[in-house]
């Protein structure tokens, strides 16, 4: 298996005095996602969770939705050469195998580039691909809905969420260089948290491990996301069914019209007590706040 962290040489000047000293950093390999194996998408990511990582990717594809539809996934033998001659697996390939009838996506080069670099389909399209796709709603998209009876959150829980999520990462506070994300329950609980390089792929670990533990839809989970909140992010909330998306930056405007198209609360710029709710406020606790 591969490392989650490396060290390597690092030449240090502080207050003007060189050093040189080892550095630990996030590690950082290639993944590649088979589907009854057919290359389906290649991503980077920090070795771990490969398994749910790639579940994962399959709920915001919207080919998977119960643990049923999953027969397997194993490794495949990825060999690289080692420098005495022989081979080792790369555990850098993975192969999802389906259950029986569950429906196999048509894997073409288009949707191949899609999935691969999330930026071959744009504005409405993507919208609508989404909103089509999507097994679980998470409310009206004019705001009318509740997503199942999610009850009102405090602007208190929500700004309670980043300090939290930052407690909770063990491997961030070695190399200071990974993202993360968590799930956290109406009253500000700690669900589940993964950490990655990409915080796409520790969204998708995370889904990938509520998919094989019957958990999906998430329909009583904020999902916290370190970074920005982009219309990736927005996506794979509303195909696992979240219906609250937290960014401790801000929101891209193609992340904001997906949360309003479905209903999704969208809150930006999460940090200390201040917050933008930029979509999906009937979830906010806002009352007698508002100016």
């Not at 700004?159 to 993360?180: C, I, K, S, W």
């Amino acid at each position: 298996m591969g490392r989650v962290t490396e060290r390597r040489r690092v030449v240090r000047l502080r207050d003007g005095a060189v050093s040189e000293r080892p550095d630990t950093l996030v590690a950082e390999e290639p993944l590649e996602i088979r589907l009854n194996g057919k290359p389906l998408a290649v991503t980077m990511r920090t070795p771990g969770d490969d398994f749910a990582l790639a579940a994962g990717f399959l709920v915001s594809e919207g080919v998977l939705g119960r643990p049923e539809d999953l027969a397997n996934i194993v490794y495949c033998a990825g060999a690289t050469e080692q420098a005495d001659g022989t081979t080792r697996n790369s555990y850098n390939v993975v192969d999802v195998r389906l259950a029986p009838g569950v429906p196999v996506p048509d894997i073409t080069l288009e949707r191949n580039v899609y999935t691969t670099s999330s930026c071959g389909l744009c504005g409405k399209a993507s919208l609508d691909a989404v909103r089509t796709t999507a097994r679980w709603p998470v409310g009206g998209g004019d705001g009318s809905g509740d997503g199942g009876g999610f009850p009102p959150l405090e602007p208190e829980v929500l700004a309670a969420l980043p300090d939290r999520l930052r407690a909770a990462q063990r491997v961030f506070d070695r190399t200071g260089g990974l993202h993360a994300a968590a799930l956290f329950s109406p009253e500000g609980e700690l669900l589940d948290l993964r950490e990655d390089v990409g915080r796409h792929n520790a969204v998708d670990k995370l889904v990938g491990r509520a998919l094989t533990r019957g958990d999906l839809p998430l329909s009583r989970a904020v999902l916290l996301v370190s970074g920005r909140a982009s219309f990736e992010l927005a996506q794979k909330a509303v195909m696992a069914g979240v219906p609250v998306l937290a960014a401790v930056s801000a929101p891209s405007s193609l992340a904001v019209d997906l949360a309003a198209e479905t209903g999704l609360t969208l809150v930006g710029f999460l940090r200390g007590a201040s917050m933008n709710v930029y979509a999906g406020e009937h979830r906010v606790a806002l009352g007698a706040r508002r100016a």
